[in-house]
């Protein structure tokens, strides 16, 4: 069973800091993530207290199959994303 779900106001828990963009950028060149997240000031590696809600949906009975191809995974890609959309806009 897949559980769609969606939460509101998790973007708000970290932010990124700016700047040495070029060295950034080399970073990103070379595959390795250039972003530095930040949380609390006083211990930056954990998240903001703020207020996040989540919407949980209707699990999904998805099939088991051994070998899907791509149509078929974008089928329920497309079904589960439409679920997803759903609790969005509720």
């Given at each position: 069973t897949l559980v769609p779900a969606y939460c509101f106001g998790?973007?708000?828990t970290y932010s990124n800091l700016q700047g040495a963009?070029?060295?950034r950028m080399w970073l990103n060149k070379l595959g390795l993530?250039?972003?530095?997240?930040f949380g609390r000031w006083w211990?930056?590696?954990l998240p903001?207290?703020?207020d996040m809600h989540v919407v949980v949906g209707k699990g999904m009975l998805l099939p088991t199959i051994?070998?899907?191809t791509k149509?078929?995974?974008d089928e329920w890609h497309g079904k589960y994303m439409g679920e997803?959309?759903?609790?969005f806009d509720r």
């Open positions: 998790e973007a708000a963009w070029k060295f993530p250039a972003i530095v997240p211990c930056p590696l903001r207290n703020n051994a070998s899907p149509e078929q995974v997803v959309t759903a609790l």
